[in-house]
């Protein structure tokens, strides 16, 4: 009983450090590109800032799952919710200067942040019950819920606070990234179930073959590039759409409901339906989101978009995770998660930067149709991945039970 209260307790920090986590994420998603955009020399280069949150996280996700595996998740994390506090800073400073170059390394230093953010979830995984596993990585992204409930507003409001435009908004990402730290400093000292391990954890190269593993990073990676480019693209086209900033935040605020209010239930249907399945809807939805992005660019159309493809990521996002569980034992994968959050970053960092010069090339419509193509392909090599993983399968069960039948042969003739 002692150790579920404390496990409850552990859970209840990490959905609020989830919370500040896409709080964060929310700010920058809401204005980093608007920022962008006032402050760029070419309109081509309007989401660098936003695209250097993505590159310096991808290359921080890799280290920070090194560093988790031999010093544990709490230094990693401090050190993560550290840089958001010195990336909001100097951001911050940018924005009173007008300093592009500098706004551009406040927000690379920004991402650091988002490197260790998404270990929250496998905190939550290697401390419960071992049957409780994808339960408890969908509940802590109910945090995220939180960030979608206040942060586009907040960003909004915060960012008219100041009598420089933005500046504020820059201020709430450093509070936010004090409040992160403090939660980070509670949580456990070792990597997994509360002691040290025993055993070391997995390395990339051992998993390099293993399907499951590899179809986890393909959902994973393929997901977050078609989420990060619709959501990169939408306040811009919001903007030159002639929208309110308000129907802006309104869109990236549903689009978070999107991304994180449907966890839990998405954790059910991959219990009740499988891991194809769950795939295959979240595909599905994501690329109906598309579909009506393609159609029109009228404010209600764009929410409803990006609401869709937020559902559709959260499906996949899901599945991805859970299916990663599976691709080791408790407790010995933070190098497999630090390179499943890098490569989904890496390949994301692609979409967001891709996202600018795609809109201004194809249209709203353009941007939508290529994201479209995507989830097509996440599809079809997620399928082609199960298709093989079960031929595999099928045919070493096969050669076991010949083994055995030839066993059992050579032991008849023998007595």
């Known amino acids: 009983m002692n150790k579920d209260s404390r496990f409850r307790s552990l859970l209840a920090r990490l959905v609020l450090a989830q919370a500040c986590y896409f709080m964060i994420v929310s700010i920058d998603l809401t204005l980093t590109g608007l920022v962008g955009m006032s ?9 660098l800032p936003l695209s250097l949150i993505v590159v310096v996280g991808t290359a921080c996700s890799f280290l920070a799952g090194h560093a988790a595996a031999r010093f544990g998740y709490r230094p990693v994390m401090v050190a993560g919710a550290l840089t958001a506090v010195m990336g909001g800073a100097l951001s911050a ?61 907040a960003a909004v409001a915060s ?56 179809r986890a990073v393909v959902v994973l990676a393929g997901s977050g590039l078609v989420m990060t480019l619709v959501m ?60 009506f992005g393609v159609l029109s660019d009228a404010g209600w ?6 609401a869709l493809v937020g559902v559709g990521w959260n499906l996949l996002f899901v599945a991805g995770s859970a299916m990663l569980l599976q691709s080791y034992p408790q407790g010995r994968g933070a190098r497999l998660q630090g390179f499943a959050d890098g490569a989904t970053a890496a390949i994301s960092a692609s979409g967001s ?46 050669a076991a039970m010949q083994a055995g039948t030839e066993a059992a042969e050579s032991l008849a003739v023998s007595h």
């Open 301 to 306: 159309v764009m929410v409803l978009a990006l």
């Open 93 to 153: 400073v940018a924005v009173a200067t007008q300093s592009f170059a500098l706004f551009c390394i406040g927000t690379a230093i920004t991402g650091g942040y988002r490197a260790v953010g998404g270990f929250l979830r496998f905190v939550a995984s290697e401390y419960a019950p071992a049957a409780r596993r994808e339960r408890a990585l969908a509940l802590v992204m109910y945090g995220g819920v939180i960030a979608a409930a206040l942060g586009p507003f």
């Open 353 to 398: 930067f891709a996202a600018a010069g795609l809109l201004h090339g194809v249209g709203w419509g353009g941007v939508n149709l290529i994201a479209f193509a995507a989830t097509a392909a996440v599809l079809a090599a997620s399928g082609w991945l199960a298709v093989r993983h079960k031929r595999m399968a099928a045919s070493d069960a096969a």
């Open 39 to 47: 402050l760029a020399p070419a309109p081509v280069l309007t989401t």
């Open 159 to 214: 960012s008219r606070a100041a009598f420089i435009p933005y500046l504020g908004s820059c201020l709430l990402i450093v509070a936010l990234g004090v409040v992160a730290v403090a939660l980070a400093m509670t949580m456990p000292a070792a990597a997994a179930g509360g002691v040290e391990l025993r055993e070391p954890a997995i390395r990339v190269r051992e998993r390099a073959g293993h399907l499951p593993f590899l």
């Open 232 to 291: 990169a693209a939408g306040p811009l086209a919001n903007a030159h759409a002639g929208h309110s900033s308000q129907l802006g935040a309104s869109m990236i605020q549903w689009h978070l409901v999107g991304m994180f209010a449907p966890s839990v239930v998405s954790a059910q249907l991959l219990k009740r339906t499988g891991m194809s399945a769950t795939i295959a809807l979240g595909c599905m939805v994501m690329a109906g989101g598309c579909a």
